[in-house]
């Protein structure tokens, strides 16, 4: 009986392996990630097991592509070093309220998601055109809540970044603090939101805490956390 089971688990690994070779790259965990990969658990997956010279290669073609404009930053030492991260300026015709530090993760992670998740959603549901984020930052040497007992946060690490509100190309900002409990834009910031959970390790909003009323908290930690 032994054998025979020991034979089935054979068979079934064999075939899980060939199957793999004709899934399509984007289903396919051992394929390399590439800019047009879909959302997905795929693509997550393979967003957080990405070496660092995998994602500056990937952050590079993206940065040809437009899609973000980003700059190097030099290694810091000090209480929270930072190192392998970039200044990011943009995501091509979406400005930014002011530049910030990002690891290589989050900026890919972030250019991903305004490309496959921001625009196009706000294209879908509102019929504009994104034209600018606001944010509160994304860099801060603190633990998580400020507490003195904690953790260092994501934002120790440059791996985090508050976004505050968003701006249309008619000229409305649309704020999480004043959008969110309004029925005209609570669909649309909601989707927002869950497009994060497909890229970054978590995305927290105002139903998370009170600490969130007034942003969207995307950062690089966890599997997909959404609230």
């Not at 070496?51 to 940065?63: D, H, I, K, M, V």
């Not at 995501?91 to 290589?104: D, I, K, Q, R, T």
């Amino acid at each position: 009986m032994k054998g025979k089971g020991l034979l089935i688990l054979i068979v079934i690994a064999g075939i899980a392996t060939v199957g793999y070779r004709w899934l399509p790259p984007h289903y396919n965990p051992f394929v390399p990630l590439t800019l047009d990969d879909p959302p997905g658990k795929i693509t997550q997956f393979k967003l957080r097991r990405l070496t660092p010279q995998a994602c500056e290669s990937l952050l590079a073609q993206a940065n040809q592509r437009q899609l973000i404009r980003t700059q190097a930053v030099a290694d810091s030492a000090g209480e929270c070093p930072l190192s392998n991260v970039v200044r990011v300026r943009d995501f091509g015709p979406v400005s930014l309220n002011s530049s910030f530090l990002a690891s290589c993760p989050l900026a890919l992670s972030s250019a991903l998601y305004l490309q496959q998740q921001a625009k196009p959603l706000t294209r879908r549901m509102l019929g504009q055109e994104l034209r600018q984020i606001d944010h509160f930052g994304s860099y801060a040497c603190r633990n998580i809540y400020h507490r003195q007992n904690a953790r260092r946060s994501e934002h120790a690490t440059a791996e985090a970044l508050d976004v505050s509100g968003f701006r249309l190309s008619d000229g409305r900002r649309v704020s999480v603090l004043k959008g969110w409990p309004d029925a005209q834009y609570h669909p649309w910031l909601q989707a927002l939101l869950a497009g994060g959970c497909r890229y970054y390790g978590n995305a927290l909003g105002p139903d998370y805490n009170a600490a969130h009323a007034n942003h969207f908290h995307f950062g690089m930690r966890g599997q997909g956390f959404c609230f």
